[in-house]
């Protein structure tokens, strides 16, 4: 891990289904640590035998590039010598790809294998090295048959900055990059006074550098789940800029990860959650010559590799939840609006149709949808002023088509929406979605207030298991209900999975 703290690009990011993870997905292994402590060996005895490092365009890193890929061919994997050049020297990349899987839908693993000139790197980075090689080597050991396309890559001159994870995402064609669907990075996971931090994806500590992509708090979900099943408690570290998901979240892949600590000094707090040494670094010997073979904590490492084959099988091998029924309000598929003949709402109605942006104290009407060109929206128009078009005079109502659900589950319904209003709102105006079948559920209703509220997109979901066999509708409905306020609303993007 390099020492250098680069920002990450900010982006709007569309979300990714990147890791619903159904019953189906494939139990994970246990990973040998003796089998990644070899590993470890191995890169020690290169270390060695080159100068004492395996840094950036000495003969150490090409050798341990070598012996990566070497692993890799013999198990079955179709891999590549990825040159670049970087200070006048070259560098390489090891890619290896597990045949099979869907190629539009790529799970990347990573690590990088480069050290310090000062020395041979074991927990920097040779622990995150060994430990998706030997999770490379189990998934050719079981014929793992994936769900997703499995790809693996160990980055060179990750400590002069990044240069090849960098050289490898800005190299690939905007299809491909579209392709890679979320990317794993585990960068020292075995040092010897350890913390077990993962990679923030939603800031949901609230601190420092903020969330990754969308898609990244589902990946760092999964990996604490694994941390929980064991009894080890983890906290968020951010994407900061120090390691190899930095090339890709700045083009929007979500990403996740662990981290065991480098030069940080290990908490009092931390001591008592963790155990270990309070008052020292989580890694005294980061970036000097004494990162050898010696200076890992075997359980750390365990548990990491555990924790990488854990995420690995969780999100490769799940089963992509089936398309029940959607509507992203492309063409016209039949809802009805005013389905009850109630609704009193005088202008704003709604309607399908190409939303034109209308702004008072902020967006109200989005003019953007989250997909295609059109939404459901109360009143499409802009007109002179954000009054004109927007919903007045009581409730306007929608229903879908009629929807039959499967018997067998689980079902559930997901949507884009908003709700926005001026101050001059009321708890009286709302925004509220059922489904009725032979009952009926709210599964969102939000109430408006005495304060401003501009639009924004939001996606929910709710379980329709109560359905399941039954054939229901979704029924929107929106209300001005006090008085002379402003109130916009939008709906995209409704889909039924199983």
Same mark, same amino acid.
Request: hydrophobic share 40%.
């Given at each position: 891990?390099?020492?250098?703290?680069?920002?990450?690009?900010?982006?709007s990011? =569309?979300i990714? /289904?990147?890791?619903?993870v159904?019953? %189906?997905a494939?139990?994970?292994?246990?990973i040998?640590l003796?089998?990644?402590?070899?590993h470890? $060996?191995?890169?020690?005895?290169?270390a060695?035998?080159?100068?004492g490092n395996?840094?950036?365009?000495?003969p150490?890193y090409?050798?341990?590039?070598n012996?990566?890929?070497?692993?890799?061919?013999?198990?079955?994997?179709?891999?590549?010598?990825?040159s670049?050049?970087?200070?006048?020297?070259?560098?390489?990349?090891?890619i290896?790809?597990?045949?099979?899987?869907?190629?539009?839908?790529?799970?990347m693993?990573?690590a990088?294998?480069d050290s310090?000139?000062?020395?041979?790197?074991?927990?920097?980075?040779?622990?995150?090295?060994?430990?998706?090689?030997?999770t490379?080597?189990?998934?050719s050991? %079981?014929?793992?048959?994936p769900?997703?396309?499995?790809?693996f890559?160990?980055?060179?001159?990750?400590?002069?900055?990044?240069r090849?994870s960098?050289f490898?995402v800005?190299?690939?064609?905007?299809?491909?990059r =579209?392709?890679?669907?979320?990317y794993?990075?585990?960068?020292?996971?075995?040092?010897?006074n350890?913390g077990?931090?993962v990679? #923030?994806?939603?800031?949901?500590?609230?601190?420092?550098?903020?969330?990754?992509?969308?898609?990244?708090?589902?990946?760092?979900?999964v990996?604490q789940d694994?941390?929980t099943?064991?009894g080890?408690p983890t906290r968020?570290?951010?994407f900061?800029?120090?390691?190899?998901?930095?090339?890709f979240i700045?083009v929007?892949?979500p990403?996740?990860?662990?981290?065991t600590?480098?030069?940080?000094?290990?908490?009092s707090?931390?001591?008592?959650?963790?155990?270990?040494?309070?008052?020292?670094?989580?890694?005294?010997?980061?970036h000097?010559?004494c990162?050898t073979?010696s200076? !890992?904590n075997?359980?750390?490492? #365990?548990?990491?590799?555990?924790?990488?084959?854990y995420?690995v099988?969780?999100?490769a091998?799940?089963?992509?939840?089936?398309?029940?029924w %959607? #509507?992203?309000?492309?063409?016209?598929?039949?809802w009805?609006?005013?389905?009850?003949?109630?609704?009193?709402?005088t $202008?704003?109605?709604?309607e399908?149709g190409?939303?034109?942006?209308?702004?008072?104290?902020?967006?109200k %009407?989005?003019?953007?949808?989250?997909?295609?060109?059109?939404?459901?929206v109360?009143?499409?128009?802009?007109?002179?002023?954000?009054g004109d078009y927007?919903?007045?005079?009581?409730?306007?109502?929608?229903?879908?088509?009629p929807i $039959?659900?499967?018997s067998?589950?689980?079902?559930?319904l997901?949507?884009s929406?908003?709700?926005?209003?001026?101050?001059?709102?009321?708890?009286? #105006?709302?925004?509220?979605?059922?489904?009725?079948g032979s009952?009926?559920t709210?599964?969102l209703n939000?109430a408006?207030?005495?304060?401003?509220?501009n639009?924004?997109?939001?996606?929910a979901?709710a379980?329709?298991?109560?359905?399941a066999g039954?054939?229901?509708r !979704?029924?929107?409905?929106?209300?001005?209900?006090?008085?002379?306020?402003l109130?916009? /609303?939008?709906v995209?993007d409704?889909?039924?999975?199983?």
């Amino acid at each position: 891990m390099r020492s250098i703290i680069v920002a990450a690009t900010a982006l709007s990011l =569309a979300i990714t /289904a990147l890791t619903a993870v159904p019953a %189906q997905a494939a139990a994970a292994p246990d990973i040998s640590l003796t089998n990644v402590k070899a590993h470890l $060996t191995q890169l020690q005895s290169i270390a060695t035998a080159n100068g004492g490092n395996r840094a950036h365009g000495r003969p150490g890193y090409l050798a341990s590039a070598n012996y990566v890929r070497g692993q890799l061919d013999a198990a079955g994997f179709t891999t590549t010598l990825q040159s670049f050049t970087y200070n006048g020297a070259t560098g390489y990349n090891v890619i290896a790809d597990w045949p099979g899987g869907d190629p539009n839908d790529i799970l990347m693993v990573g690590a990088h294998l480069d050290s310090v000139t000062a020395g041979p790197g074991i927990n920097d980075n040779g622990s995150g090295s060994a430990s998706i090689l030997e999770t490379a080597l189990e998934v050719s050991r %079981q014929a793992l048959q994936p769900a997703k396309h499995l790809r693996f890559a160990w980055w060179g001159a990750e400590e002069l900055g990044l240069r090849g994870s960098q050289f490898y995402v800005n190299n690939l064609p905007a299809a491909d990059r =579209a392709r890679i669907k979320g990317y794993l990075n585990f960068d020292m996971v075995g040092s010897p006074n350890p913390g077990y931090f993962v990679y #923030d994806g939603d800031n949901s500590d609230g601190t420092g550098s903020g969330p990754g992509p969308a898609g990244s708090a589902e990946l760092e979900k999964v990996i604490q789940d694994y941390f929980t099943s064991i009894g080890v408690p983890t906290r968020g570290t951010d994407f900061d800029g120090r390691s190899d998901y930095g090339p890709f979240i700045a083009v929007g892949i979500p990403a996740g990860g662990t981290f065991t600590g480098a030069e940080g000094i290990k908490s009092s707090a931390q001591a008592t959650l963790w155990g270990g040494t309070a008052g020292q670094a989580f890694d005294a010997c980061y970036h000097r010559s004494c990162d050898t073979s010696s200076n !890992i904590n075997d359980t750390a490492l #365990d548990r990491n590799a555990d924790a990488i084959a854990y995420s690995v099988w969780t999100i490769a091998t799940a089963v992509p939840p089936v398309v029940v029924w %959607q #509507d992203t309000f492309e063409t016209a598929n039949g809802w009805t609006v005013n389905p009850s003949s109630t609704d009193t709402a005088t $202008t704003g109605q709604w309607e399908r149709g190409d939303p034109e942006a209308t702004t008072s104290s902020g967006a109200k %009407q989005l003019g953007t949808t989250v997909s295609g060109t059109n939404d459901l929206v109360t009143g499409r128009l802009a007109g002179a002023s954000a009054g004109d078009y927007d919903l007045d005079g009581g409730v306007s109502s929608i229903q879908s088509p009629p929807i $039959t659900l499967p018997s067998t589950g689980p079902l559930n319904l997901s949507f884009s929406w908003y709700l926005a209003h001026g101050s001059n709102a009321s708890s009286a #105006d709302y925004f509220r979605v059922r489904v009725v079948g032979s009952t009926t559920t709210t599964v969102l209703n939000q109430a408006g207030a005495a304060a401003n509220r501009n639009g924004a997109w939001t996606t929910a979901t709710a379980s329709l298991n109560a359905f399941a066999g039954q054939t229901v509708r !979704i029924l929107i409905d929106a209300a001005d209900a006090s008085g002379a306020s402003l109130v916009e /609303a939008g709906v995209d993007d409704v889909k039924i999975t199983r």
